[in-house]
């Protein structure tokens, strides 16, 4: 079964608004990951959070994690229409080492124009 | 380009034939990851290799499928005698675990072999 599970499946919005998404997961963890892919490449890997932090900033992004609820929150602000790509969140259970990612299905942004 | 590197973009195969999918991970990484997506969902892990070694493979069907990451040379992953059901897109990652680094590195990803079945 999916270790993630990112809410809204789907998100549309104006550009120059806020654009948050959110992501449950099952199991503890070491990390959890947020990756956005673009349509027809691969996944680029945005911001990582470990379990003992509980908000992480980079450029317009933000990610804020709450281990008891076992949830994280992707927040883009003044979103631009290049923001337009599906955005994953992945896990890496606790207690693994270098272990391959768990994707949840992942939200998927337009910013229209 | 100094990123991951997947060859071939896409890939056609009639029922049968054999798929082999190719990827040069990122200079200096010596951890490379093969996923699997379909269309509208997330990836799903297949297998993770080092150099020389299969790590964990337990994403990998039983039968069919198989890869390699040699001394020299790109990670290999094959499909044998495919089926309707392997179309798919094949994302190959890669990371940096060597000695000094810290623990669960980011992956870096290529662009993906998307495999389609005729």
């Known amino acids: 079964s999916q270790q993630g599970e990112e809410d809204p499946q789907a998100l549309s919005i104006q550009e120059g608004e806020n654009a948050t998404m959110n992501c449950s997961y099952k199991t503890s963890i070491n990390n959890l990951q947020w990756y956005r892919q673009n349509s027809g490449r691969g996944l680029v890997h945005l911001i990582l959070?470990?379990?003992?932090?509980r908000e992480k900033h980079s450029g317009r992004l933000r990610v804020t994690l709450d281990t008891s609820k076992k949830s994280s929150s992707l927040l883009i602000t003044a979103s631009r229409a290049a923001d337009t790509a599906s955005y994953f969140c992945?896990?890496?259970?606790?207690?693994?080492?270098?272990?391959?990612?768990?994707f949840g299905k992942g939200t998927r942004l337009s910013v229209i124009a | 380009n100094a990123g991951v590197m997947q060859n071939p973009r896409h890939l056609v195969r009639r029922r049968g034939q054999e798929a082999r999918l190719r990827c040069s991970p990122m200079k200096g990484h010596s951890h490379v990851y093969w996923y699997r997506q379909l269309p509208e969902e997330g990836l799903k892990f297949m297998v993770y290799l080092q150099k020389e070694n299969i790590i964990d493979e337990s994403g990998m069907p039983k039968e069919r499928f198989s890869a390699e990451f040699p001394k020299e040379g790109p990670s290999i992953l094959r499909i044998q005698q495919v089926v309707r059901g392997d179309s798919a897109a094949y994302f190959c990652?890669?990371?940096?675990?060597?000695?000094?680094?810290?623990?669960?590195?980011?992956?870096?990803f290529g662009d993906g072999t998307r495999l389609s079945i005729l």
């Open positions: 992945a896990t890496i259970p606790r207690n693994s080492g270098n272990t391959p990612l768990v």
């Open positions: 990652a890669s990371s940096y675990n060597g000695r000094g680094a810290r623990s669960n590195q980011p992956q870096h």
């Open positions: 959070i470990r379990s003992n932090e």
